[in-house]
């Protein structure tokens, strides 16, 4: 596989889980409103994954053949949706990242890259907003949802390392995400702040290994409910 | 506490130069919220370039028991209508 390629599956594929991982919220939102409001990220973050997935193969063999090693995604995106702040704690943690992500990848020499970055732009400044609102409402809110927001946050906060590392060939062939860290440390730290939340210490736990296919437990899991109906009837359509 | 959220009622205007046109309500627990929820429910497929969100409960209306007192009065007073001019012959646009 080209480097070009597995940049962009490790793009598509941190899109894809995501969307998978909130499309759950269907129907189990505290509101019918906020259903619409995740599935609507969720079906977002899906576009975005189905273009950049369509530019590396198959979109179909890519997301419904594949096993999880063979997934490229972050760690910090296919964490479990938990209660429903710690699914807003990870919408922020990762969309302000993935928004500094594509901004710097629009005018990205590939067609498809610079292409869904410069359409992503608009979308992932939304889900940022969605999740700074809640996460403001939440660690603001009642002495519960404080507690939940600060476990939560407190919880993902070991993933954002991997997320934030220096990487070599991301640095090569798009934006090295290391690059990213301050600008997302400020925003990130002053919403929390906003939020009456603490920001977490960097502990010495820092998993890693999205990026070579070593996944946590979840994401087998969740492939087996994505892919079961593909691989039980191959190609079935609507 | 209230357990449940406040009803919100959402005005859109679909282009400029129209005006807001109400299209439906929601439930939500503050105004951003309200102006997000409305953004997702009602302009999903491009439908607008403004949106006002305003609580069910801070609206005035009309009682509908005092449908006859309030609207009936004006059914005969037929003057209140411009149908005594004389058209000009071919005037279209009028």
């Known amino acids: ?238 | 506490m209230k357990k449940d959220w406040p009803l919100w009622e959402v005005f859109v205007r679909a282009r400029r130069g129209l005006s807001h046109q109400h299209v439906g309500s929601l439930h939500a627990a503050d105004s951003p919220m309200a102006l997000g929820n409305a953004r997702d429910l009602y302009t999903r497929r491009q439908e607008g370039v403004s949106i006002w969100v305003v609580r069910a409960a801070d609206i005035v209306a009309s009682s509908p028991q005092e449908k006859d007192a309030f609207f009936d009065p004006a059914a005969d007073k037929i003057y209140r209508h411009p149908t005594f001019y004389e058209v000009p012959e071919g005037v279209e646009h009028l």
């Open chain 1, 1 to 238: 596989m080209s480097d070009r390629d597995t940049y962009a599956l490790r793009l598509g594929d941190d899109a894809l889980v995501l969307s998978q991982r909130l499309s759950w919220w269907s129907s189990r939102a505290p509101e019918l409103e906020e259903d619409l409001a995740l599935t609507n990220i969720a079906l977002d973050q899906l576009g975005q994954a189905r273009a950049l997935l369509s530019s590396a193969g198959d979109e179909d063999e890519l997301a419904f053949l594949r096993g999880d090693r063979e997934f490229l995604n972050l760690l910090i995106v296919e964490q479990p949706n938990g209660d429903f702040a710690t699914t807003i704690a990870r919408q922020l943690l990762f969309s302000v990242f993935q928004l500094r992500r594509y901004e710097a990848l629009v005018g990205h020499p590939d067609d498809v890259i610079g292409g869904v970055a410069g359409k992503a732009v608009k979308e992932v400044a939304y889900h940022r907003d969605h999740a700074v609102k809640w996460t403001l409402r939440l660690g603001d809110g009642t002495e519960e949802s404080h507690r939940r927001m600060q476990a939560a946050v407190d919880g993902l906060w070991p993933y954002t390392h991997e997320m934030l590392a220096h990487d070599p060939f991301e640095a090569q062939v798009g934006i090295d995400p290391a690059e990213l860290r301050e600008d997302w440390e400020e925003f990130v730290g002053g919403t929390l702040a906003d939020a009456t939340l603490t920001t977490p210490e960097p502990g010495d736990w820092r998993p890693a290994g999205g990026r070579q296919g070593l996944h946590s437990e979840g994401l087998g899991h969740m492939l087996a409910e994505m892919q079961s109906l593909h691989r039980a009837h191959p190609g079935a359509t609507w």
